[in-house]
Antibody
Framework: EVQLVESGGTLVQPGRSLRLSCAAS????????MHWVRQAPGKGLEWVSS????????GFAGSVKGRFTISRDNAKNSLHLQMNSLRGEDTALYYC?????????????WGQGTLVTVSS | QSALTQPASVSGSPGQSITISCTGT?????????VSWYQQHPGKAPKFMIY???KRPSGVSNRFSGSKSGNTASLTISGLQADDEADYYC??????????FGGGTKLTVL
């Protein structure tokens, strides 16, 4: 059974940093591109970042470019999102999801999300 | 990198058909055959409904279908059922390794 389990979300002050993780199981992690998608409270889905199967390609939404970095460890079946210089508008539920290819938004499995709240 | 445009809400009666549009530009929807659709019930993670504009993942009802014309993709739900009431989102590849979602459409089954 495919499982994606996010962790690391918490209450954090503006300007601080936070690292989210996603533990994957039930599939060959290295065969898939991985993505972060977020959803602010009461709002729609927003793509945040993607990473190809071998970490050779990465993409970021304009709203997080230069502040967030994405990484993965295929040996440990894990995905990470390093979030720096956090702002109030980064407050959201952050989902981890996968797709067969870096360019394809074919997100067939999703985690349950981890909540990040940025507030003083 | 602007969000794709979806109607805020649509509604229909049980048994009817509805269509949700998703309008982008020639830089995303109009160029790439990489549009997907998601259904999201309150408090739940999104569910994968359509990919590559028209294809249905295994297990998704054939009442759900996708299409595209120019810069606009569409999701049609036929034979509306109460459980179809949810939020629906489109998503497209937008070039240069970026993706973009639509703003979402709330479907109400009357």
């Amino acid at each position: 059974e495919v499982q994606l389990v996010e962790s690391g979300g918490t209450l954090v002050q503006p300007g601080r940093s936070l690292r989210l993780s996603c533990a994957a199981s039930g599939f060959t992690f290295g065969d898939y591109a991985m993505h972060w998608v977020r959803q602010a409270p009461g709002k729609g889905l927003e793509w945040v970042s993607s990473i190809s199967w071998n970490s050779g390609s990465m993409g970021f939404a304009g709203s997080v470019k230069g502040r967030f970095t994405i990484s993965r460890d295929n040996a440990k079946n894990s995905l990470h999102l390093q979030m720096n210089s956090l702002r109030g508008e980064d407050t959201a539920l952050y989902y981890c999801t996968r797709s067969p290819s870096y360019r394809e938004p074919n997100f067939d499995y999703w985690g349950q999300g981890t909540l990040v709240t940025v507030s003083s | 990198q602007s969000a794709l445009t979806q109607p805020a809400s649509v509604s229909g009666s049980p048994g009817q058909s509805i269509t949700i549009s998703c309008t982008g530009t020639s830089s995303d929807v109009g160029t790439y055959h990489l549009v997907s659709w998601y259904q999201q019930h309150p408090g739940k993670a999104p569910k994968f409904m359509i990919y590559e504009e028209t294809k249905r993942p295994s297990g998704v009802s054939n009442r759900f279908s996708g299409s595209k014309s120019g810069n606009t993709a569409s999701l049609t739900i036929s034979g509306l059922q109460a459980d179809d009431e949810a939020d629906y989102y489109c998503c497209s590849y937008a070039g240069s390794g970026t993706l973009v979602f639509g703003g979402g459409t709330k479907l109400t089954v009357l």
